[in-house]
C-alpha cells in the first residue's frame, strides 16, 4: 500500500511540475546557452534552422503568492525653480 501512494504522489508531483511556470533553454553543439525561448514553437524554429542544436525545459521556482512590503512616505522631489526670461532690454551680461 506504501508503494502505491508514492507512485501516486509522483504521478501527482509530475502532473504539477508539467503546468509550472517554464522556459525552454537552446543550447549548440558544444552544450554552450543559445537563446532561451518561451513557446516551444519558438523552440522549433530555432531547431529548424539550427539541426545540431539541442533544448531543455527549465522549471521557474515557486514565488510566494502574497509579499508584503513596508513603504514610507518622502518628502516631495525638489525641484529647480521656475526660470524667467527677462527681455533684451533688461538682461545684464554674464562675466566669469
Excluded: W
Aim: aromatic share 8%; hydrophobic share 30%.
Amino acid at each position: 500500500m506504501l508503494s502505491m501512494k508514492t507512485n501516486l504522489s509522483k504521478v501527482k508531483d509530475a502532473l504539477i511540475q508539467s503546468d509550472a511556470p517554464h522556459y525552454f533553454e537552446i543550447k549548440n553543439e558544444d552544450g554552450e546557452r543559445y537563446c532561451h525561448c518561451g513557446t516551444m514553437v519558438d523552440v522549433n524554429l530555432i531547431l529548424d534552422r539550427h539541426p545540431t542544436f539541442t533544448y531543455e525545459k527549465v522549471y521557474l521556482p515557486h514565488s510566494p503568492k502574497t509579499v508584503n512590503v513596508q513603504h514610507t512616505v518622502m518628502d516631495p522631489d525638489p525641484q529647480l525653480p521656475e526660470q524667467k526670461i527677462l527681455p533684451e532690454n533688461k538682461q545684464q551680461p554674464f562675466e566669469v
